[in-house]
C-alpha cells in the first residue's frame, strides 16, 4: 500500500525557516519523481517544488526561488522541503505527492504551516 505522510509543520515567525518531512512507504521511492504542491487558504493547489529520481535536479516556482530547497534521502525513503525566509504568504497546507507519467498518482494528507508573528 502507498503510503505517504507529511510532518514538521507548525507556527513559525515572519523571516524565519522550517523543514517538512514526507516519509513513504508501500513502492520503490527511488524510482519516481516528487513533488511538494500547497493550498493557502481559500485558494486552489499551488505546485511549489519537484526533485528528480537522484535528486540531481530540483525545480522550483518563482515565488519559492532561493527561498525552499527541496531534497530527498533515499536510504530513507523520505522527501524533504526547507523553508527559509518565510512570509506570511508561505501559509498553507502543505503536500507531498509522487508523479507517475506527468500527474501525481499518489498525495499525502497535508501538513499545516503557518506563519505569523
Known amino acids: 500500500q502507498v503510503q505517504l505522510v507529511e510532518s514538521g509543520g507548525g507556527l513559525v515567525q515572519p523571516g524565519g525557516s522550517l523543514r517538512v518531512s514526507c516519509a513513504t512507504s508501500?513502492?520503490?521511492?527511488?524510482?519516481?519523481?516528487m513533488t511538494w504542491v500547497r493550498q493557502a487558504p481559500g485558494k486552489g493547489l499551488e505546485w511549489v517544488s519537484d526533485?528528480?529520481?537522484?535528486?540531481?535536479?530540483?525545480y522550483y516556482a518563482d515565488f519559492v526561488k532561493g527561498r525552499f530547497t527541496i531534497s530527498r534521502d533515499k536510504a530513507k525513503n523520505t522527501l524533504y522541503l526547507q523553508m527559509d525566509s518565510l512570509e506570511s504568504e508561505d501559509t498553507a497546507l502543505y503536500f507531498c505527492?509522487?508523479?507517475?507519467?506527468?500527474?501525481?498518482?499518489?498525495w499525502g494528507q497535508g501538513t499545516q504551516v503557518i506563519v505569523s508573528a
Open positions: 508501500g513502492f520503490t521511492f527511488n524510482n519516481y519523481y
Open positions: 505527492a509522487r508523479q507517475r507519467e506527468g500527474s501525481f498518482d499518489s
Open positions: 526533485i528528480n529520481i537522484d535528486g540531481s535536479r530540483t
